[in-house]
């Protein structure tokens, strides 16, 4: 089956520092792979996303590039901010058998950026 | 502007009885679907809908009951049969089953059961 293990918070850095949250995958097929962000008592927004391998999604400072190689979809940003501060999801998303795709998401990763 | 409305956000249930939590969505999407946050825990998916009047349970769905009468509108029910309703429950739609397509979530909706 299809599966997203993500790095395990939480994490905490300070402001300015390099991030990385590690996400590898299981996937039958060819998966879209997705990074999406919630913030406190907020719901999902996405934040960038690669639809094939080699693909470099990249939004607001973050990147992450589909490797399939290494089954990896890992998130960077070069200079965190305190704005930052959220739980990220990484995603894989796949067509099921019954032709409806489906997400299948990561545990989260909680990250506190301090000033 | 578009999007996905969820109400209401804070919802308090006795045991025993069934509560419906409101999806509508603006963006003219096929897709709809229903995702349960635990704390800490990723999202599960109860219940997902492709088009109208059709609609298929996802990875926990016992306890849980929805319709799709209209496009834009794709209610859940957390009938008493749902043992541990307590949970962020959010809603989302995308424009088909593509697998690139992007999926939009709304605000979710807090039930508690007391």
């Known amino acids: 089956g299809n599966s997203v293990t993500q790095m395990e918070g939480p994490v905490t850095l300070s402001e300015e520092a390099f991030l990385t949250i590690n996400c590898t995958y299981t996937a039958t097929g060819y998966p879209s792979l997705f990074w999406y962000v919630q913030y406190p008592g907020e719901g999902l927004q996405l934040l960038l996303k690669?639809?094939?391998?080699?693909d470099k999604g990249s939004n607001k400072g973050f990147e992450a590039t589909y490797r399939k190689e290494t089954t990896s979809f890992h998130l960077e940003k070069g200079s965190v901010q305190v704005s930052d501060s959220a739980v990220y999801f990484c995603a894989l998303g796949v067509i099921s058998s019954g032709s409806a795709r489906q997400l299948t998401f990561g545990s989260g990763t909680q990250l506190t950026v301090l000033p | 502007d578009g999007g996905i409305t969820q109400s209401p956000k804070y919802l308090f249930r006795k045991e025993g009885q069934n509560v419906t939590l409101s999806c509508e969505q603006n963006?003219?999407?096929?897709?709809m679907y229903w995702y349960r946050q635990d704390p800490g825990q990723g999202l599960r998916l109860i219940y997902y809908s492709q088009i109208v009047n059709d609609f298929q349970k996802g990875d926990i769905a016992e306890g849980y009951s929805v319709s799709r009468e209209k496009k834009e509108s794709f209610p859940l029910t957390v009938t008493s049969a749902q043992k541990n309703p307590t949970a962020f429950y959010l809603c989302?739609?995308?424009?088909?089953?593509?697998?690139?397509?992007?999926?939009?979530f709304g605000e979710g909706s807090w039930l508690t059961v007391v």
């Open positions: 690669a639809t094939k391998a080699d």
């Open positions: 963006l003219n999407h096929d897709a």
């Open positions: 989302a739609s995308s424009i088909g089953a593509d697998s690139g397509n992007t999926i939009y």
